[in-house]
């Protein structure tokens, strides 16, 4: 038999069902349960899909926190929380991450309305620290109970200048909230030895705080003129001292003590830093570095790049803790029909080729490279192509001083990510009628994500501002033919829409050409029964509509309205002069949406007609498998025939088959 030292430990996670299980365990056994996380993690995401390096990440950072908090009457924000698997897992939810990301299931990041646990939902980064700030000020009030508050920010979002406000703010103020900088991707730093530890500690325990202050005001009171002359050179030797000890002297500008590096994959150590900082009741910065992908041997051996792979994993995508094999084609068998290509791919191949025909044509991302395609032009043109970090107001306003100077700059943002830059597109390039060309990538609903990543709301918040082009393409060709059109434009802003995914299947241009501004299309005549409108992705589901209703003797007129902005009226009137039934089809939401605008002109123009508007709820749609979802709000063709039949039975006042 083997020796009992020899036999592996028990497993301690199954015994977690809520944070306060971890709070009487020693540092040993918070380590081992940090890696049981780690393995669950590994086990479940590798089979299912989801983001995973950053949760990989910050296991022992979970497992530490909780191990001190009391929550939920203390609070931990999770910046973003595609890093707060661990979390969910520590909260009550482990035997449910098999279903995170999936129709039905877990959320993909945190959701108030799944655990008490999670404090704030967030998909957007940069946001956790202004929500401590206001939670802990609120608790100041005497609003709610009162308790700790920890922000984590990390993974890029401290790019994001939100975040750069909030600090200021909480520094002015001396809210007592904790920061835990989560620097992953980066090497740890060496300790400086017992006098770095005794400078930290100062810094944290109030008494010697003030002690430190006191000691200062003191030396300016000496007599013979050496107090003096403290006060004139003090504030100098000061900041030199703290220059040179502290390497977070950018944070104790503004009045927040700072501590570390400290190994994140250390529970003690994170215990001691973290407790430390709760104790010291002003605000407090805890420097942590962490490796993204930490366990799974690809991503912490292959560098940044095998981060940046492992940020996230398809299904099956790791069998046995290993990354999964290709599977070998079956000897014999037919070749597999490709797949079109997505269309951030063909967006991503065709800026690269418009830069090459105008040199003036740059790429700008919010930190998306790989995810908006501009990963391409990175390769191929670098010099065309900026990366300004999670910071999508500068990104915005960074292409407007491009476009004052005479350069063609394109913003590739997410539909969802280009909300935060609203204000700057309408005061900094609008008003100014800058050539800008924004490409939002995800526009629609974009799947497991869910809600906070849906591009839902692009055409309803583009649309009311003077000067903007807005277009969807229905294809790849069309996006094609969309940017060049947006690029050959010298009348100001333009907004291309276009969603997450593979694309129809055409053939591509080998020359793009220039698209007549304002101009629809009409694809397939009817008998003047109903006509179907569509807006990028809608006229797919208008066509599979028209099929259907084929089928049941209506033959449908479909059309590509190709502009939100301007509106073809011309093709509008023609379509509500010679139908019984106009329907728009488009994947925004229908409040100030493409319908809205049709449905405006119409009643501006007097023309009678009835109508049929088909497009996302008034409500935030939960996260699942695009078809799924697609399903749930009946944007599919055989919805949208339903409907359609429906309608036109009580046009003609008998039943609808």
């Not at 390497?247 to 501590?259: M, N, Q, R, S, V």
């Not at 999670?390 to 306003?397: G, W």
Request: a negative charge; glycine letters at 12%.
């Amino acid at each position: 038999m083997p020796k009992q030292s020899d036999q592996p430990p028990k497993p301690l996670l199954p015994s977690i069902k809520r944070p306060q299980d971890l709070h009487d365990r020693s540092d040993a056994e918070l380590q081992q349960i940090a890696q049981e996380v780690r393995e669950q993690l590994i086990d479940t995401v590798g089979e299912i899909g989801g983001h995973f390096g950053a949760n990989l990440g910050v296991c022992e950072l979970s497992v530490a926190l909780h191990s001190l908090l009391d929550s939920p009457t203390d609070k931990i924000l999770w910046d973003v929380g595609h890093q707060a698997y661990p979390h969910k897992i520590l909260t009550g939810r482990g035997d449910q991450l098999s279903t995170i990301r999936q129709y039905g299931g877990l959320a993909p990041f945190c959701n108030i309305d799944e655990s008490e646990h999670d404090i704030a939902g967030a998909g957007h980064a940069s946001t956790s620290i202004s929500l401590a700030v206001g939670i802990k000020e609120a608790m100041r009030h005497g609003e709610g109970k009162d308790g700790k508050v920890v922000a984590v920010i990390g993974d890029g979002a401290m790019t994001g200048g939100v975040a750069f406000e909030a600090i200021h703010h909480a520094g002015g103020l001396g809210t007592p909230v904790v920061v835990i900088l989560n620097d992953n991707g980066m090497s740890i730093a060496p300790n400086v030895g017992a006098l770095s530890r005794y400078f930290n500690r100062v810094r944290l325990n109030p008494k010697l705080y003030k002690a430190r202050d006191n000691a200062e005001k003191g030396l300016s009171k000496l007599p013979a003129g050496i107090g003096a002359a403290f006060e004139r050179f003090g504030p100098q030797f000061k900041e030199s001292v703290k220059a040179f000890w502290a390497p977070g002297l950018f944070w104790e500008e503004l009045d927040f003590a700072y501590t570390g590096v400290v190994d994140g994959h250390d529970v003690s150590a994170l215990r001691t830093a973290i407790g430390e900082a709760l104790a010291a009741d002003r605000p407090v910065v805890v420097h942590i570095a962490t490796v993204k992908g930490k366990g799974f041997a690809p991503a912490e051996e292959g560098g940044l790049e095998g981060m940046e792979e492992w940020h996230a994993v398809k299904p099956k995508g790791i069998v046995d803790r290993k990354p999964a094999k290709a599977a070998a084609k079956s000897n014999g068998a037919a070749a597999a029909k490709p797949a079109p290509p997505q269309y951030t791919k063909v967006f991503g191949e065709a800026i690269v080729e418009e830069a090459k025909r105008d040199p003036r044509v740059v790429g700008i991302t919010a930190a998306m490279n790989t995810g908006t395609g501009l990963s391409i032009m990175q390769k191929e043109l670098p010099d065309h192509y900026f990366d300004v970090g999670i910071a999508e107001q500068h990104a915005v306003l960074f292409a407007a001083g491009l476009a004052l100077q005479g350069m063609k700059p394109v913003a590739a943002i997410y539909s969802t990510f280009l909300q935060r830059g609203f204000d700057q597109i309408v005061h900094d390039v609008c008003l100014q009628n800058l050539n800008v060309v924004f490409a939002m990538d995800r526009a629609g609903l974009v799947g497991d994500d869910g809600p906070t990543h849906h591009g839902a709301f692009d055409i309803s918040y583009l649309r009311p501002l003077p000067n903007i082009v807005l277009m969807a393409p229905r294809d790849e060709a069309m996006l094609v033919n969309m940017l060049h059109t947006a690029l050959v434009y010298d009348d100001g802003p333009v907004g291309i829409r276009y969603p997450r995914g593979n694309a129809v299947g055409v053939a591509l241009p080998g020359i793009p050409e220039p698209i007549d501004i304002g101009v629809g299309e009409v694809l397939a005549r009817g008998d003047g029964s109903v006509a179907l409108l569509g807006y990028g992705s809608g006229v797919g589901v208008a066509q599979a509509a028209a099929e259907l209703l084929a089928g049941g003797g209506v033959e449908a007129t479909v059309a590509d309205a190709r502009f939100a902005k301007p509106l073809d009226t011309e093709l509008v009137n023609e379509l509500a002069a010679g139908h019984r039934l106009l329907v728009t089809i488009e994947e925004n939401v229908l409040a100030g949406g493409f319908g809205a605008a049709v449905i405006e002109h119409l009643a501006d123009s007097g023309l009678p007609v009835q109508t049929l508007r088909v497009g996302l709820p008034d409500r935030y749609v939960t996260h699942g498998a695009p078809s799924l979802l697609h399903e749930e709000i009946g944007f599919t063709g055989e919805a949208v025939a339903k409907r359609v039949s429906e309608r036109l039975a009580s046009l003609t006042g008998t039943t609808a088959t």
